[in-house]
């Protein structure tokens, strides 16, 4: 019987690659490979249906865009792990595993200097909100995902609620002649139990005082209350980052040993064909 490298003789009909690892790898990447299809889709859609004037107002900070990206970023990353793993092309695999690596160092490395840098974040994440800010009314996906944050964090503008000013409806100059002039967005308002509710409670905000200011919108700026709420929900972040790694480790891990039973099956045909192995022998 042939030997390979390893010592160990093989017939023609063995092969080292497992369908187990091999089809569970290709149905890792092809549920994922549909995800990133649908994101491709929702985000294409988004941007189809708005309107022609404003498609490319604030692509910075449009959702549909950042849709798109991941979307189009996951199609390409989970396309090479599905070919790869079915085709067994150490090529592909190589890429996807490699892709897989660069991700999880990022995410990592962005985790740490986050943490390490804290007040720079801060001040990116804040120069961030500011520029949705100044594009709240050229993008209604924007729109309404400002709304909802908030809406869930009982917060308005980015360090307080003066920053709806840089929003040109919203400007409290003397010469906006907008009907919004020195109001904020009613997601700002604290909403009451009254049947009837007052949708007018953030117009003209800006020139109170601030004591009626309190009575009527939520004061306190978005970026103070997202600090609080991830100080209150560390256990829970952890827990989400986790999920986030547990299936890109096992990818890198399905992959790498898919990869070393590929070259241990080319191994063992390139020993078969150099001793013209005969399986009757």
Known sequence: ????????????????????????LFIFNFIFWIISLVLVLIGVYARIVKHAETALACLAVDPAV????????????????CVGSLRENLCLLQTFCI??????????????????????????????????????????????????????????????????????????SKDNPSRERCSVPFSCCILSN?????????????????????????????????????????????????GLAIPQLAGMLLSQILMNQIKDQMELQNYNQKHSFDPWS
């Open 1 to 24: 019987m042939a030997r390979t490298s390893r010592g160990a003789p093989r017939s023609e009909e063995f092969t080292f690659v497992s369908p187990a690892v091999k089809y569970l």
């Open 194 to 242: 009254d049947t009837v509710i007052n949708t007018m409670c953030g117009h003209d905000i800006q020139e109170l005082d601030y004591i009626k200011v309190g009575n009527r919108i939520h004061t306190n700026g978005c970026i103070d209350k997202i600090v609080d709420w991830i100080h209150s929900n560390l256990f829970l972040l952890g827990g989400i980052a986790l």
């Open 66 to 81: 950042m849709l798109l990206i991941v979307g189009v970023l996951m199609f390409i990353i989970t396309f090479c792990g």
């Open 99 to 172: 892709c897989l690596i660069v991700i999880f160092i990022l995410q990592l490395t962005a985790g740490v200097l986050g943490f390490i840098f804290s007040d720079k974040a801060r001040g990116k994440v804040t120069e961030v909100i500011n520029n949705a800010i100044v594009h709240y009314r050229d993008d209604i996906d924007l729109q309404n995902l400002i709304d909802f944050g908030q809406k869930e964090f009982d917060c308005c503008g980015a360090l307080t609620y003066l920053d709806w000013s840089k929003n040109i409806y919203f400007n409290c």
